[in-house]
């Protein structure tokens, strides 16, 4: 079983920027897809991006261009840049590591 532990949740303005940072024990990180999601108020929770094993990312079309993910494999920890922040962007965000693994969550608030 992974345990995977986010961090770097907030409260931030309209067009600011976080950083979330997950950190995965009890796997071999380095050949794991890892993704974000993220679950709003009152809605589903929402794939956000995936980097696979090998780096290669993708994100869903309400992020492209404004978040990144990224992973550093001796650390063991996968993060999500989140840059020009709207208010839509608010929700607790999970990280998971395929197929059934799931940290706690961080909380993000964007305020407009």
């Known amino acids: 079983q992974v345990r995977l532990v986010e961090s770097g949740g907030g409260l931030v303005q309209a067009g600011g920027s976080l950083r979330l940072s997950c950190v995965a024990s009890?796997?071999?990180?380095?050949?794991?897809?890892m993704g974000w999601y993220r679950q709003a108020p009152g809605k589903q929770r929402e794939w956000v991006a995936t980097i696979a094993g090998g780096g290669t990312t993708i994100y869903a079309d309400s992020v492209k261009g404004r978040f990144t993910i990224s992973r550093d494999n001796a650390k063991n920890t996968v993060y999500l840049q989140m840059n020009s922040l709207k208010a839509q962007d608010t929700g607790v965000y999970y990280c998971?590591?395929?197929?059934?693994?799931w940290g706690q969550g961080t909380q993000v608030t964007v305020s407009s």
């Open positions: 998971r590591s395929p197929p059934s693994s």
């Open positions: 009890g796997s071999i990180f380095s050949i794991n897809s």
